[in-house]
């Protein structure tokens, strides 16, 4: 069974931080790339930042670039978002997902419409 899990959302105040977690299970972790999500409440999904596990290399929106970090632990087979300077635009269910084929896309691979695997999400709500 492959299972997506994250953690680490929750109400936090404009300017403070949060951390959140995606326990990746039931695929090779390193053969993957993992990617965070986010829906905003009446908009449409977008790409945040996405991790290449095999060699590592990272990529994230320019909206949230100087703020947010992607990170792994692959002893844990976990990925990490770490969000800095949080402003009430970033509310939002947080998803990750995993894709075998994403890292083809390059810095495009928020535009491609279909990973493989995803978790349920956990709410972030920034408070002005």
């Not at 931080?17 to 990617?35: E, H």
């Not at 999904?45 to 949230?64: A, F, H, P, Q």
């Not at 692959?74 to 990925?79: D, I, L, M």
């Amino acid at each position: 069974e492959v299972q997506l899990v994250e953690s680490g959302g929750g109400l936090v105040q404009a300017g403070g931080s949060l951390r959140l977690s995606c326990a990746v299970s039931g695929i090779k972790f390193d053969q993957y790339s993992i990617a965070w999500f986010r829906q905003a409440p009446g908009k449409e999904r977008e790409g945040v930042s996405l991790i290449t596990i095999s060699d590592g290399s990272k990529y994230t929106v320019d909206s949230v670039k100087d703020r947010f970090t992607i990170s792994s632990d692959n002893a844990k087979n976990t990925v990490y978002l770490q969000m800095n300077s949080l402003n009430p635009e970033d509310t939002a269910v947080y998803y990750c997902a995993a894709d075998s084929l994403a890292h083809l896309y390059g810095e495009s691979w928020a535009r491609y419409p279909q990973f493989e695997y995803w978790g349920h999400g956990t709410l972030v709500t920034v408070s002005a």
